[in-house]
């Protein structure tokens, strides 16, 4: 009787183990991403912004404006409701509302009443938002809440995968390191998925404006970035794929696009190059349960190769490990492993093998399984290996 193994249960030596130097390269010197982060609520930051620029320009739909407290009034009008039906901290609230511009202001409210959004289809036992209140009027005083950073922000529909505010203002805090906004950008919203809405909640504790947009559909997509003025978006590959023969009729606005999802491959980059020449593409590869990003590549077209996966983000280890759990020296493939604090390390919807204790971490501590195939350059940056 014979048995097959997948490949990746076989624990063979395919390579030498690492020399110290290399060691200390893979384990170290390549983790070095110790970044304090003051503890903050995924709100807070919103709120201190309406105080400062209160009118200033926050969200832009088709013929209509709200400024930064115009927005945060009609937030705190709807989080007051929320809270007399019982969401607070520790509660979820789904968002069931007809455009981009009511979601994003539902979110905001979720937020603010200290309850967690639930990006998706809702379970029966969650209070949903299904419509906005009149406007009745400014809000100036946001709501009372007991809530703390550990709680959660939002919950994701199909793993129950809990994201804490923590986790939600990290990776707002660290891409804003390295693809900030600001005040003049236009950042496009247009779900009230995980990702579009730390994008969201990143332009407005920044002082940039959020645009509303209706449709993923290339030509409506492409014809919103031209008519609002888009300098930044967050894409997937096949979107960014679709949208692109689409741009090269408008001066577009664009100065950057955020990549995350499926597989970027060179000619995807040399075709952003020729189209947006004046704008950044920068790959996410991230975490595919919460908000954990785990690296960060700036794209350049005149490289060759697959395109990195990028350098790790702030606080996150990452490891390149063969089938023995044995780190891999630079250049040599492996399955790519993630931790850090603001990544979730559990969630009743994924399979617990792809949690297992860290080897190389403090006591306690728990590595994702990314089931992605990677290598480590020689200059600490990870890339996808077998593609």
Known sequence: MSVLLARAELPR????????????????????????????????????????????????????????????????????????????????A???????AEALTGVLAVLKAGGAWVPGPAASTVTVVRELLPD?????????????????????????AVVPHSALDHRMRWLQSVAPVGPGDRVLFLTAGLEDV??????????????????????PFARTVRELGVTSCHVDPSLLRDVLPH???????????????DVLTRDDVRRFARVLPGARLHRLFGHAHGTGAIAHHLCVPEEFGPVPLGRPAWNTR?????????????????????TGPHLITSSRGVPSSRFIPDPYGPPGARLYRTGARALWTDQGTLSPAGV
């Open 13 to 92: 030596i395919v390579h030498a183990a690492p020399t110290p130097a290399e060691l200390s390269l893979v384990i170290g010197e390549f983790n070095a991403t110790a970044q304090v982060v003051p503890p903050t609520t995924a709100i807070g930051p919103f709120e201190a912004q309406v105080a400062r620029t209160p009118g200033a320009t926050a969200l832009l739909m088709q013929g209509k404006s709200l400024t930064y407290a115009e927005l945060n009034a009609r937030a705190n009008q709807l989080a007051r409701r929320l809270q007399s039906y019982g969401v607070g901290p520790g509660c979820a």
């Open 318 to 338: 990452a490891y390149v490990l063969d089938a023995a759990m044995r780190p891999c020296p630079p250049g040599v493939p492996g399955e790519l492993y993630a």
């Open 198 to 219: 730390a994008e969201a909640l990143r332009a407005l504790r920044s002082g940039a404006a959020v645009v509303a947009g209706g449709s993923r559909e290339p030509e």
């Open 247 to 261: 741009l090269p009729c408008f001066e577009t606005s664009l100065r950057q696009v955020l990549c995350t999802g």
């Open 94 to 100: 789904g968002i069931d509302l007809g455009s981009a």
């Open 136 to 160: 009745n009027g400014y809000l100036t005083i946001d709501p009372p809440r007991a809530l703390t950073p550990q709680h959660a922000a939002a919950v994701c529909p199909r793993t129950g």
